[in-house]
């Protein structure tokens, strides 16, 4: 892993930008444990300063340091992101290496399921749904429901993998060995995939994270809990842009900027690193 992230370092400039760009929400989220203030708690500072050396982000109508409370909001983001792609991956991989090596019958049924996911739409449903249980949302309630409806495209990708990988020679070799489905999936089939559910982990993390926000705008998150999405639904409530605290609705927008840049440098990096043929290129061989 260290070599590869060096190459990456030496070879590729999208890595280099979005290594730094996470390092700065690296450091954010390292902050978060040391914040002189509770975010729970309002009240705590001045209200309405502008950015200063002495508050970064400036303070808002609450009474909160904004960089501060953005630091819990990287957190909190990340934290969802993870969750939900842990979640979407354990599912899409099942599907994927299920499907992909038993064919016949179990793979039109899964793909049928499979299917059906990739063209309902996920933001009306979790709309309602965030609605249906807004008096008990939490980060990690919403994270779950993102993962449950966030796997199908890359199950369908593992799938496709797997039915290469069932026509060659080491998988023949080891049926005819007799080693059974299970161990051939696990052993075999799963290192050859995981690339690929590293890379689409990343662009998974960017979708939950993106829909985060748009539900917390709407105040279907958990508002409570400091979020980006949260972020923007306390400066709208308060009207932040009329009263002119400007930085309150600036500071998730530039977090959010640098944290998606990030993620999408470097999952658009490993994701040309994964194919041979580009890699090679890129070093020069």
Same mark, same amino acid.
Request: hydrophobic share 50%; charged share 15%.
């Given at each position: 892993m260290i070599k590869v992230i060096r190459d990456l370092l030496r070879f590729d400039g999208r890595f280099r930008a979005g290594f730094i760009f996470l390092l700065l929400i690296l450091?954010?989220?390292?902050?978060?444990?040391?914040?002189?203030?509770?975010?729970? +708690?309002t009240f705590q500072v001045g209200m309405d300063k502008p950015p200063s050396l002495k508050y #970064?982000?400036?303070? !808002?109508?609450?009474?909160?340091?904004?960089?501060?409370?953005?630091?819990?909001?990287?957190? !909190?983001?990340?934290?969802?992101?993870?969750?939900? &792609?842990?979640?979407?991956?354990?599912?899409? #991989?099942?599907?994927?290496?299920?499907a992909g090596y038993n064919g016949g019958l179990i793979d039109k049924a899964l793909m049928s399921i499979n299917d059906s996911f990739v063209v309902i739409p996920v933001l009306p449903i979790l709309i309602l749904v965030s609605f249906l249980v807004r008096e008990h949302m939490s980060i990690t309630i919403l994270a779950v429901f993102l993962g449950i409806f966030g796997w199908s495209w890359?199950?369908?990708?593992?799938?496709?993998?797997?039915?290469?990988? +069932?026509?060659?020679?080491?998988? +023949?070799?080891?049926?005819?060995?007799?080693?059974?489905?299970?161990?051939?999936?696990?052993?075999?089939?799963?290192?050859?995939?995981?690339?690929?559910?590293?890379?689409?982990? %990343? !662009?998974?993390?960017?979708?939950? #994270?993106?829909?985060?926000v748009t539900l917390g705008v709407l105040g279907l998150s958990s508002i409570t809990t400091p979020t980006i999405g949260s972020t923007i639904y306390w400066a709208n409530s308060h009207q932040a842009l009329i009263a002119g605290i400007w930085?309150?609705? &600036?500071?998730?927008?530039?977090?959010?900027?640098?944290?998606?840049?990030?993620?999408?440098?470097?999952?658009?990096?490993?994701?040309?690193? %994964?194919?041979?043929?580009?890699?090679?290129?890129?070093?020069g061989a």
């Open positions: 450091v954010m989220l390292i902050l978060s444990w040391f914040s002189p203030y509770d975010m729970g +708690k #970064i982000f400036g303070t !808002n109508t609450r009474g909160q340091d904004v960089f501060y409370w953005m630091t819990f909001a990287v957190r !909190n983001s990340l934290y969802l992101g993870i969750v939900t &792609a842990v979640v979407s991956r354990v599912i899409a #991989i099942i599907v994927g290496l299920t890359d199950a369908r990708l593992i799938r496709s993998q797997v039915l290469s990988l +069932k026509e060659r020679s080491f998988t +023949k070799t080891a049926l005819y060995s007799g080693t059974r489905s299970f161990r051939i999936t696990m052993t075999e089939h799963l290192p050859f995939v995981l690339p690929v559910v590293f890379a689409t982990t %990343i !662009n998974n993390m960017i979708w939950s #994270i993106g829909m985060e930085w309150w609705l &600036a500071a998730p927008i530039v977090v959010s900027v640098v944290l998606f840049l990030g993620l999408y440098l470097v999952f658009s990096s490993v994701n040309e690193y %994964i194919d041979p043929r580009t890699r090679l290129r890129r070093m």
